[in-house]
């Protein structure tokens, strides 16, 4: 699971983990929940679920804890952790293109007119994982007034005939 990920499709592994991670910080400081709570919030099966939660406590960023008082809770490390580092945790670090990879050389790299396309194409997706941070995405969102619409503010005008 910690290979670099040149796929521009984020896995279905990494999405699990964003969910549970929110999920996990919205509950109060110390606080665990079960597998089989956490899988039915987040819509994941419980054993592919169970490999992602222990790629999250390999990162510290959770904790978990066997027996009747177990479970999982999130670190403060975890609270402050960004989508970036959440993701890292479990597909290792995210490249959009192969010539991106540390370490790996390409000979076109030198001359390739998409090779600085993708370097900022890359770095303002990282800008943007990294600035969504766990605590701020398991905020919670201010109810719509009692009585209101899902249509926002608009008034609606009938057209004049």
């Given at each position: 699971?910690?290979?670099?990920n040149s796929s521009?499709q984020?896995t279905r592994?990494?999405?699990?983990?964003i969910?549970?991670?929110?999920d996990?910080?919205?509950?109060?400081?110390?606080?665990?929940?079960?597998?089989?709570?956490?899988a039915e919030?987040?819509g994941?099966?419980?054993?592919f679920?169970?490999?992602v939660?222990?790629?999250?406590?390999?990162?510290?960023?959770?904790s978990?804890r066997?027996?009747?008082?177990?479970?999982?809770?999130?670190?403060?490390?975890g609270?402050?952790?960004?989508m970036?580092?959440v993701?890292?945790?479990i597909?290792?670090?995210?490249?959009l293109?192969?010539?991106l990879?540390s370490g790996?050389s390409?000979a076109?790299?030198?001359?390739?007119?998409?090779?600085p396309?993708w370097m900022?194409a890359?770095?303002?997706?990282?800008d943007?994982?990294?600035?969504?941070l766990?605590?701020e995405?398991?905020?919670?969102?201010?109810?719509?007034?009692?009585?209101?619409?899902?249509r926002g503010?608009?008034?609606?005008?009938a057209?004049?005939?």
């Amino acid at each position: 699971m910690k290979k670099p990920n040149s796929s521009m499709q984020l896995t279905r592994a990494a999405d699990y983990g964003i969910r549970v991670m929110v999920d996990l910080a919205k509950l109060p400081v110390h606080e665990r929940a079960m597998l089989p709570a956490l899988a039915e919030a987040t819509g994941a099966p419980e054993s592919f679920l169970s490999k992602v939660l222990q790629a999250l406590a390999r990162a510290r960023l959770i904790s978990s804890r066997r027996g009747p008082s177990g479970g999982f809770a999130i670190s403060p490390r975890g609270r402050k952790a960004s989508m970036r580092e959440v993701i890292e945790a479990i597909d290792g670090p995210i490249c959009l293109n192969v010539c991106l990879i540390s370490g790996i050389s390409c000979a076109r790299k030198v001359w390739c007119p998409a090779h600085p396309v993708w370097m900022d194409a890359q770095q303002a997706m990282l800008d943007v994982l990294s600035k969504a941070l766990i605590a701020e995405l398991a905020a919670p969102v201010p109810a719509p007034p009692a009585g209101g619409s899902d249509r926002g503010n608009f008034t609606l005008i009938a057209p004049h005939s």
